[in-house]
């Protein structure tokens, strides 16, 4: 089973920044990847970013790219998610999730974190 506790999040105006860690523990398998999801009010969950643990990879839904960067130590097994330029439409509760590469990007994962607000006001 693995662990995953999100960090970061909060209350932002419109072209601010924020940033979003993750920790995984537990049993971590591989080969694996790491990313995160968002959930807005009345809206599906969406996949936003992935990382792959074993050679960096990474794959943004395209509404956030230039703008979100995610990041990994493979020392500490943290990701890290950098946004930049928030917008309204950004504002979701966002969840970390390490699962197969290809589960990832497709928005789905049996492990995921409890999930942190990201509030972007206008």
């Known amino acids: 089973q693995v662990q995953l506790v999100e960090s970061g999040g909060g209350l932002v105006q419109v072209g601010g920044s924020l940033r979003l860690s993750c920790a995984a523990s537990g049993h971590i398998f591989t080969p694996f990847a790491m990313g995160w999801f968002r959930q807005a009010p009345g809206k599906e969950r969406e996949f936003v970013a992935a990382?792959?643990?074993?050679?960096?990879?990474?794959n943004y839904v395209d509404s956030v790219k230039g703008r979100f960067t995610i990041s990994r130590d493979n020392a500490k097994y943290t990701v890290s998610l950098q946004m930049h330029n928030l917008k309204p439409e950004d504002t979701a509760v966002y969840y970390c999730?390490?699962?197969?590469?290809?589960?990832?990007?497709?928005?789905?994962?049996?492990?995921r974190g409890q999930g942190t607000q990201v509030t972007v006001s206008s």
């Open positions: 990382i792959s643990w074993s050679d960096g990879s990474t």
């Open positions: 999730a390490a699962d197969l590469w290809k589960r990832i990007v497709a928005g789905v994962s049996d492990y």
